[in-house]
């Protein structure tokens, strides 16, 4: 089976992050090798972090890879959904082209409306995140914490359990983003924490830090994916 793949950066920041066109790179091959997918062509895309629509004719990468699916008539490969965008009606609208997508994070799809269905529940979950972001500033305003400069308030309390928290919650969004790296990693055969932390730095996928794998932070993904193990 022959596909075409795409990748997608936002910003210079994301892809220190993770997101990065070499770890969405390594999350495609691998899900192709495991599936016998051969990839004919790769459409890699840089996108302005000020960007706040999304339509293909500010996508040029995006739309050549719709069109050469589509005259292969052969599948889109992308690592992650929001590759392909944040916005549930952009995605929806992708899906009239009749050229699928396939995102190897959630496994290929009978249902192509399954995807729009991804999307809107991710959308959600970001509002909800938004939602009591702003509630929690509220409150700690309504509490009388000072809120301002960072280097001002290192001090105070409700300032340094709101950060931590912070820290924490973006941890756990880039564990989720790696949970599709980490198990085809695995699937290759590296199961041991070194090995993991070998492989992932071997690939180039980088640390939430930017630095290398090592045992520990192996296990600090694990612990962030599965609380209860």
Not at 107 to 132: M, N, T, W
Not at 156 to 169: H, S, V, W, Y
Request: hydrophobic share 45%.
């Amino acid at each position: 089976m022959k596909a075409v793949a795409y990748v997608r950066v936002s910003s210079i920041e994301q892809g220190r992050s993770g997101l990065g066109l070499e770890a969405q790179e390594a999350a495609i091959l691998a899900f192709a090798a495991r599936e016998g997918i051969e990839i004919v062509s790769w459409f890699r895309e840089v996108q302005s972090a000020k960007q706040v629509s999304d339509t293909l004719a500010k996508r040029p990468q995006l739309a050549a890879a719709l069109e050469a699916g589509r005259a292969l008539r052969a599948p889109v490969l992308v690592s992650k959904l929001d590759r392909l965008s944040r916005d549930v009606h952009f995605i929806s609208g992708l899906m009239a082209h009749r050229v699928e997508f396939v995102v190897t994070e959630l496994g290929r799809q009978d249902d192509p409306f399954v995807l729009h269905l991804y999307a809107a529940l991710a959308e959600k979950e970001r509002q909800l995140i938004s939602e009591r972001t702003r509630a929690g500033l509220a409150a700690a305003k309504a509490r009388g914490t000072q809120l301002g400069n960072p280097q001002l308030r290192a001090g105070n309390a409700d300032f340094a359990a709101a950060a931590r928290e912070a820290q924490a919650n973006r941890a756990n969004e880039r564990a989720a983003e790696l949970r599709g790296v980490l198990e085809s990693v695995r699937s290759e055969g590296h199961t041991t924490l070194r090995a993991i932390a070998a492989r992932l730095t071997e690939i180039g996928v980088p640390t939430r830090r930017g630095g290398r794998w090592h045992a520990c932070t192996v296990a600090d993904l694990l612990r962030r994916l599965d609380p209860a193990a």
